[in-house]
């Protein structure tokens, strides 16, 4: 089985960097040339793959290889929730992380990737403490909020992060006597909770998804806690995205510098127009997918 | 002996450098620097972590960070370099994409020479006799992330440890390099090399 710290490793390097959704070599450049520290290979960013409809899978293989031919940073790639099949044959491929993403259709109603099997390191979504630890328990080296990928709406990216994190301070105040009761409702495995209360922190890095479209909304999810942030539609459906790519990866460096925001904010364009998440239909909610 | 430690936080696994410091130098100043105006006035040691190094390059380069750590190199301040760090404060980069070398020690490097992450490993690494003065160490793991290689050592360049023969920690006056992660392994010497280097300047 490979060590885990050279899974949460990779993770630990992609600190206080931007991942970025790309669908073809050429956006995967523009994104390198930005100071991604990472791509996501995509057959569609979320906002379209909401807009098409149908069974959304695994991108294209040539795809995905092409992406990683044109760039030197690491390649992520997205498989659906349960198939590991999928997940085998991008590891097959040589990417550098998969996210087993409840923006693919899912492919199991009941179990998520046993990702211990796996060389290649795993992220995948959480909407609380409960949802990370138990894909940390099943071998995820990274967790990052689901929010509600594809809207350009932060709300609910920063719902799930203060979940997390005040479910994790909650864990740091209990006696030791109180936490299997805290991990019966957390629905997560004891000895992580337990970890978890000692430790005032997640056993992996904890990074921004699902919303994220402005250098402002970047720089809300780190102060909120973030270690790094997500960037799907966001910059691809947008009026400038080499513009915005720079400066969202400029507000995520200097996410608690507001003058430095102010200046990085100016000269941008339009954002995606985007969809407020309010007036949605309970069955375009994507982030309820995973279990 | 207070040490100032400026830690390079553009991006990159700055976080794990600071228990190892506080470990390493307990009565250490620590200073995050993403900007020329996070500097502070005196600097004893600068470290540039792992990461990725383009990023890392690329926004350095924008802010003018690099010109000033370019300035406290010529001065003497002491860096230590791990992983994309190393790769940065190499003299020449045989495959540089968007980084761009530094020059800070006479190393060519070779980005992500082992392969992709599936080929990432930890390993045994052996120090070298250059090593005895700072560390009684004479073996340790290593962990390689999508590491760099050393190719080519200038002959001012001291090897002080290696992994399957070839080079993998480096010091040229100031300048520590390594191609690994010390900062991930729970009781690595090169902490113990840098103190050692550090107090007998």
Redesign the interface.
């Known amino acids: 089985m490979t060590d885990l710290r050279l899974k949460i490793g990779l993770a630990d390097m992609l600190r206080g960097g931007v991942i970025m959704d790309v669908t073809d070599a050429e956006q995967a450049e523009i994104a390198e040339q930005a100071g991604a520290v990472a791509v996501m290979a995509l057959e569609r960013v979320p906002a379209d793959i909401r807009a098409a409809g149908g069974v959304a899978r695994m991108a294209n293989v040539q795809k995905i290889k092409d992406i990683m031919a044109a760039v030197d940073i690491p390649v992520m790639a997205k498989c659906r929730i349960g198939h590991f099949a999928e997940a085998q044959i991008l590891q097959a491929l040589g990417v550098d992380f998969i996210d087993e993403s409840e923006v693919l259709t899912p492919a199991d109603d009941q179990n998520h990737v046993y990702k211990f099997d796996f060389k290649v390191p795993f992220v995948c979504g959480a909407r609380n403490l409960g949802e990370a630890l138990r894909r940390i328990a099943e071998g995820a080296a990274l967790i990052r909020t689901k929010g509600e990928a594809g809207t350009g709406d932060i709300i609910h990216a920063v719902r799930h992060m203060r979940s997390v994190q005040q479910e994790i301070r909650k864990l740091a105040t209990l006696r030791s006597d109180e936490l299997m009761a805290e991990a019966k409702q957390l629905q997560a495995p004891y000895a992580l909770v337990k970890m978890v209360a000692e430790e005032k922190k997640l056993p992996v890095p904890n990074f921004a998804a699902g919303g994220v479209a402005s250098p402002a909304d970047a720089a809300l999810m780190m102060q909120l806690g973030a270690e790094s942030v997500f960037v799907g539609s966001g910059v691809f459906k947008s009026q400038d995205p080499e513009a915005r790519a720079k400066a969202i990866v400029l507000a995520v460096t200097h996410y608690n510098d507001p003058e430095k925001l102010a200046e990085i904010s100016s000269q941008l364009g339009e954002e995606m127009r985007g969809i407020d998440t309010s007036k949605m239909d309970k069955q375009d909610i994507i982030q309820n997918r995973g279990w | 002996m207070v040490i100032n430690t400026g830690l390079i936080?553009?991006?990159?696994?700055?976080?794990?450098h600071r228990q190892k410091i506080s470990e390493a130098f307990p009565r250490s100043n620590l200073f995050l620097i993403?900007?020329i105006y996070d500097l502070p006035e005196k600097l004893d040691l600068v470290i540039i972590p792992?990461?990725?190094s383009?990023?890392i390059h690329?926004?350095a380069e924008?802010s003018g960070l690099r010109k000033s750590l370019e300035k406290l190199w010529e001065q003497g301040v002491f860096f230590l370099a791990t992983?994309?760090g190393a790769i940065l404060l190499s003299k020449k980069i045989i495959?540089p994409?968007?980084a761009e070398p530094w020059n800070f020690i006479e190393i060519t490097t070779q980005?992500?020479a082992y392969?992709?992450?599936?080929d990432?490993?930890?390993q045994t690494i052996n120090y070298t006799e250059s090593a005895e003065k700072y560390t009684s160490h004479r073996h340790s793991e290593g962990?390689f992330?999508?590491a760099p290689k050393i190719i080519e050592v200038g002959a001012e360049v001291e090897i002080l440890a290696r992994c399957n023969k070839e080079p993998v920690l480096v010091k040229q006056k100031n300048v520590l390099g390594a191609t690994f992660?010390p900062e991930?392994s729970s009781d690595s010497p090169v902490y113990d090399i840098l103190k050692n280097i550090i107090c007998s300047a």
């Open positions: 936080a553009i991006q990159g696994n700055f976080n794990s993403r900007d792992g990461g990725e383009s990023t690329l926004l924008l992983c994309a495959n994409g968007l980005r992500n392969g992709r992450q599936v990432s490993s930890i962990v992330i999508r992660h991930l």
